[in-house]
């Protein structure tokens, strides 16, 4: 070997070494980024309603969860429709709605492979103070045949919500094809809660609500209840799991243990415990098969 091949081995050598040197001093620097890194992406996304949002649910309770497990729960607060419609897409981890029907609909479907049922409340009809319609204490029934024949001004979300689709159905249940029959009295705006019954409150109208959000809402203007406590009121809560064998993508283990805490004892208390002037919003059934 001349002297320019030893020079050149040498060359490589050094190198070599000064980047396995390199790769040694580095390599506990990377090693430490991992666990930083994971506990970064310890949260997931829950598609809800406008609902548990509007109510100040999810403010009272994912502090909570968050201090217990370490999970960040990035909600997305739409409509029932549109929480299940994202859910399908795989762009949620967890979906947790108000519409018993439209989620049967979503489990045949293949998009989650069980319900938990985790709380309730109740449908309220608000209206004006001064209740032009004459409804007051009246079965929601007759209310809503009597606002149709008074043609009462009428608020709907029309979003394909879970209180949308009780509106509808509570329609038909009085015998009314709102489809077919509505007027300029019946507004849909396509839009949450909040904006429903701030419409309500600006046009002194009646609109279908879940206490839970009446109970937070500031701007009631002249706005009251005007029909509670009708059987057919009742508002159900569940929560799915997105199926992991559709998209890959859902955080499987960190969505249900949410899942799990949620329907848990000590979830269920947190539930229990969030009321606004000394009044419960949700009561916990997590105990409850056929809820």
Do not use: C
């Not at 993508?249 to 269920?268: A, C, H, N, T």
Request: charged fraction near 20%.
């Amino acid at each position: 070997m001349n002297r320019w091949s030893k020079k050149l081995r040498a060359g490589v050598i050094g190198v070599v070494a000064a980047a396995a040197a390199s790769a040694l001093l580095w390599a506990p620097a990377v090693a430490q980024e991992k666990p930083q890194d994971a506990a970064q992406e310890k949260s997931i996304v829950v598609a809800s309603t406008t609902s548990t949002q509007d109510s100040g649910l999810f403010g009272y309770l994912l502090p909570i969860f968050k201090e217990k497990t370490g999970i960040d729960v990035k909600v997305v607060a739409q409509g029932t429709g549109q929480a299940l419609d994202t859910a399908r897409r795989g762009d949620a981890d967890v979906v947790f709605v108000h519409a018993k029907s439209a989620e049967e609909k979503f489990l045949a479907e293949g998009f989650s492979l069980k319900r938990y049922p985790v709380m309730y409340n109740d449908f309220v009809l608000i209206g004006p103070q001064n209740d032009p319609a004459g409804i007051k204490g009246k079965d929601i029934v007759t209310a809503l045949q009597t606002i149709k024949a008074k043609a009462a001004p009428f608020i709907s979300r029309g979003d394909r919500s879970g209180t949308h689709i009780a509106e509808l159905s509570l329609w038909k249940d009085a015998g009314i094809d709102i489809a077919a029959e509505k007027a300029d009295w019946y507004r849909e705006i396509g839009q949450g809660m909040g904006a429903a019954l701030n419409m309500a409150s600006a046009s002194s109208a009646y609109v279908l609500s879940d206490r839970g959000t009446w109970l937070a809402f500031k701007n009631r203007g002249d706005l009251g209840i005007v029909v509670e406590g009708d059987k057919r009121l009742f508002n159900q809560y569940g929560v799915m799991l997105v199926n992991p064998a559709k998209y890959p993508s859902v955080k499987k283990d960190l969505g249900q243990q949410f899942i799990d805490w949620l329907v848990s004892p000590e979830g269920q208390k947190v539930i229990a415990g969030y009321k606004i002037n000394g009044q419960q919003l949700f009561y916990p059934n997590a105990g409850d098969p056929s809820a």
